[in-house]
T-cell receptor
Framework: ETGVTQSPTHLIKTRGQQVTLRCSSQ?????VSWYQQALGQGPQFIFQ???????GRGNFPPRFSGLQFPNYSSELNVNALELDDSALYLC???????????FGPGTRLTVL | AQTVTQSQPEMSVQEAETVTLSCTYD???????LFWYKQPPSRQMILVIR??????QNATENRFSVNFQKAAKSFSLKISDSQLGDAAMYFC?????????FGTGTRLKVLA
């Protein structure tokens, strides 16, 4: 059974650019959630996708958007990058939208 | 609104000894789960233990056990026979309708 995978591992962008982060969910999981973890903080919920629909959203601006594909993999897109967007972005999948989250290794985004 | 509070930024334990990490939470949900996740320096979040709020019996997983006090909204993690590999950040989390709320974490150091 393959766990949650994320790409890329690290990414460096400049202010104003756009970025796309990718996540493959664990086999059999139909729900993907994205979290932002700033240095020294706990993860903050961005949004959740359940069967290709956004199922809930945290307190993040519209320039954070996402997609879930028929195979339940997912993308996180961030437009107009700001310095404060520098963080570890964690993807997590679960068998259902209220079940235990299984996390990927994360993507470290640095915005200069 | 949900909140999760971890009041111990850092804890130390001697190898083979027992340590307890504290967590308090607040939620308006009637049906929720509580979790402890471990995040080693390699950064992948790993599920340590899960507690279903409707169950009175405390969850255990090998050397890890919880003390769940629902009325007090307290959910502490006890690690017995601590090992060097237990050194990590530990996050307490409470599930909601579609998202988890995480605490700020406790860094556990294990002394040889």
């Amino acid at each position: 059974e393959t766990g949650v995978t994320q790409s890329p591992t690290h990414l460096i962008k400049t202010r104003g650019q756009q970025v796309t982060l990718r996540c493959s969910s664990q086999s059999g999981h139909n729900t993907v959630s994205w979290y932002q973890q700033a240095l020294g903080q706990g993860p903050q919920f961005i949004f959740q996708y359940y069967r290709e629909e956004e199922n809930g959203r945290g307190n993040f601006p519209p320039r954070f958007s996402g997609l879930q594909f028929p195979n339940y993999s997912s993308e996180l897109n961030v437009n107009a990058l700001e310095l404060d967007d520098s963080a570890l972005y964690l993807c997590a999948s679960s068998p259902d939208n209220r079940d235990t989250l299984f996390f990927g290794p994360g993507t470290r985004l640095t915005v200069l | 609104a949900q909140t999760v509070t971890q009041s111990q930024p850092e804890m130390s334990v001697q190898e083979a000894e027992t340590v307890t990490l504290s967590c308090t939470y607040d939620t308006s949900e009637s049906d929720y789960y509580l979790f402890w996740y471990k995040q080693p320096p390699s950064r992948q979040m790993i599920l340590v233990i899960r507690q279903e709020a409707y169950k009175q019996q405390n969850a255990t997983e090998n050397r890890f056990s919880v003390n769940f006090q629902k009325a007090a909204k307290s959910f502490s993690l006890k690690i017995s026979d601590s090992q060097l590999g237990d050194a990590a950040m530990y996050f307490c989390a409470c599930s909601g309708t579609y998202k988890y709320i995480f605490g700020t974490g406790t860094r556990l150091k294990v002394l040889a």
